[in-house]
């Protein structure tokens, strides 16, 4: 019996999908449930599971290709052998008796579990016996042949090229990559950015957290970092500046009344901006739960769409990479998205001395067409009145 296997059914926005990699070739023997192909969209990679047992008689498209949802993409036979094994018996039936002479019954038991017929492997022992040091030395050279061929494609991506060669490399783009542009074209040519500066003295922060991280790490199981303090403070601040949390469809304004904020997180494909849901309502760890369960997840290709759809702002530190100062691009349909930096002593003046405090320049990127550049500072102000006491923030004041 003959089983389709078809692209699953791709969410609303995202038109199409485009074949990444196919983890299994005609022939090939697959069971329910194990991972046949990846096809990569605008946000994510999806995996399309075996639907049962059986053997891939057929593949339709190869990778590179462009698929649609429901599209058939292979075909796989059910409740037939492969053809490596379906030819095995009739083998096995000649020359059974031969082999078992020919070789020990833990030699046998070698070549069974590594796929191996008698016929690959040249015997040095008596009479042309197979040893299992034939055995152990043919996976070996094997191995070390599929090395050089196994890695190329990849590492010619990311590898410079030699100096002085005049070597050109031409690569296609992502999906993510180019989806990433797309937006960003978008956000500039249909939004009036503007961004407003600040900086902030996180002396009070580094303190709390050398005085609480080991505490908090062993209560909670996570790290106390930055960013659940930053995203504490940017929540109070959007309820005090509304129209920060706010967007922009056609000639309406959107209002949110809850918080759901965006954290970018750099991955090798790209840049994707996983969502904090209901950030107002989590504490500091369920935070920092929330980031290093995506990050992780970003870094392994196993986001979902629903957990990068929505966001009503986004944070983006770009300080982990040495940024100083840049201007971030807002994330549409939202109006604002706040820059991180990177940390760095710098000599302010305290009650009239000179001190050294560990300073960070903070960027608000934001849409002129809600947000007047008054609410702009103000928003920032308060971001930064309330990293430089974090009292404030249990406070509410």
Same mark, same amino acid.
């Given at each position: 019996?003959?089983?389709?296997?078809?692209?699953?059914?791709?969410?609303?926005?995202?038109?199409?999908?485009?074949?990444?990699?196919? !983890?299994?070739?005609?022939?090939?023997?697959?069971?329910?449930?194990?991972?046949?192909?990846?096809?990569?969209?605008?946000?994510? +990679?999806?995996?399309?599971?075996?639907?049962?047992?059986?053997?891939? @008689?057929?593949?339709? =498209?190869?990778? %590179?290709?462009?698929?649609?949802?429901?599209?058939?993409?292979?075909?796989?036979?059910?409740?037939?052998?492969?053809?490596?094994?379906?030819?095995?018996?009739?083998?096995?039936?000649?020359?059974?008796?031969?082999?078992?002479?020919?070789?020990?019954?833990?030699?046998?038991? #070698?070549?069974?579990?590594?796929?191996? &017929?008698?016929?690959? *492997?040249?015997?040095?022992?008596?009479?042309?016996?197979?040893?299992?040091?034939?055995?152990?030395?043919?996976?070996?050279?094997?191995?070390?042949?599929?090395?050089?061929?196994?890695?190329?494609?990849?590492?010619?991506?990311? &590898?410079?090229?030699?100096?002085?060669?005049?070597?050109?490399?031409?690569?296609?783009?992502?999906?993510?990559?180019?989806? +990433?542009?797309?937006?960003?074209?978008?956000?500039? !040519?249909?939004?009036?950015?503007?961004?407003?500066?600040?900086?902030?003295?996180?002396?009070?922060?580094?303190?709390?957290?050398?005085?609480?991280?080991?505490?908090?790490?062993?209560?909670?199981?996570?790290?106390?970092? =930055?960013?659940?303090?930053?995203?504490?403070?940017?929540?109070?601040?959007?309820?005090?500046?509304?129209?920060?949390?706010?967007?922009?469809?056609?000639?309406?304004? +959107?209002?949110?009344?809850?918080?759901?904020? %965006?954290?970018?997180?750099?991955?090798?494909?790209?840049?994707? +901006?996983?969502?904090?849901?209901?950030?107002?309502?989590?504490?500091?760890?369920?935070?920092?739960?929330?980031?290093?369960?995506?990050?992780?997840?970003?870094? &392994?290709?196993?986001?979902?769409?629903?957990? #990068?759809?929505?966001?009503?702002?986004? *944070?983006?530190? %770009?300080?982990? =990479?040495?940024?100083?100062?840049? @201007?971030?691009?807002?994330?549409?349909?939202?109006?604002?998205?706040?820059?991180?930096?990177? *940390?760095?002593?710098?000599?302010?003046?305290?009650?009239?001395?000179?001190?050294?405090?560990?300073?960070?320049?903070?960027?608000?990127?934001?849409?002129?067409?809600?947000?007047?550049?008054?609410?702009?500072?103000? =928003?920032?102000?308060?971001?930064?009145?309330?990293?430089?006491?974090?009292?404030?923030?249990?406070?509410?004041?």
């Amino acid at each position: 019996m003959s089983i389709e296997v078809k692209v699953p059914a791709l969410p609303e926005s995202v038109a199409d999908a485009t074949i990444a990699t196919w !983890h299994k070739k005609v022939g090939d023997k697959v069971t329910r449930d194990e991972n046949m192909v990846d096809l990569e969209t605008d946000k994510v +990679v999806l995996e399309v599971p075996a639907p049962a047992d059986g053997v891939l @008689t057929e593949i339709l =498209f190869k990778e %590179g290709a462009t698929v649609t949802s429901g599209e058939l993409l292979a075909r796989i036979e059910v409740g037939v052998a492969s053809a490596d094994t379906a030819s095995a018996p009739a083998k096995d039936d000649e020359k059974n008796g031969e082999d078992e002479q020919a070789s020990s019954p833990a030699v046998r038991r #070698m070549m069974a579990e590594n796929d191996l &017929q008698p016929s690959q *492997i040249k015997g040095s022992g008596k009479e042309g016996r197979i040893t299992k040091e034939d055995v152990v030395s043919f996976i070996t050279s094997n191995r070390k042949a599929e090395k050089p061929t196994a890695a190329p494609a990849e590492v010619s991506k990311q &590898q410079p090229l030699p100096a002085g060669s005049r070597e050109e490399r031409r690569v296609p783009m992502s999906r993510l990559r180019a989806k +990433v542009a797309e937006r960003l074209l978008q956000a500039q !040519h249909n939004a009036a950015i503007l961004t407003t500066f600040n900086e902030v003295n996180l002396q009070a922060v580094m303190d709390l957290r050398a005085e609480y991280k080991d505490s908090f790490e062993k209560k909670h199981g996570v790290k106390l970092g =930055f960013m659940s303090f930053f995203t504490k403070a940017v929540v109070e601040s959007l309820k005090r500046f509304p129209a920060v949390n706010a967007s922009v469809d056609e000639q309406d304004i +959107v209002y949110h009344g809850y918080y759901d904020v %965006g954290i970018a997180v750099s991955t090798e494909r790209g840049l994707v +901006v996983p969502v904090i849901r209901d950030a107002d309502q989590l504490s500091m760890a369920e935070i920092e739960q929330a980031i290093g369960d995506y990050a992780g997840r970003a870094r &392994q290709g196993r986001l979902t769409m629903e957990d #990068m759809q929505g966001g009503t702002f986004t *944070i983006t530190n %770009g300080g982990v =990479f040495g940024s100083l100062l840049a @201007t971030p691009i807002i994330n549409p349909p939202q109006t604002g998205i706040l820059g991180m930096h990177k *940390i760095q002593d710098r000599p302010v003046v305290e009650k009239g001395q000179i001190v050294i405090r560990p300073m960070m320049y903070l960027a608000l990127s934001y849409d002129h067409r809600l947000i007047d550049g008054k609410d702009s500072v103000q =928003f920032l102000v308060s971001v930064k009145e309330l990293l430089e006491d974090p009292s404030r923030l249990l406070l509410n004041v």
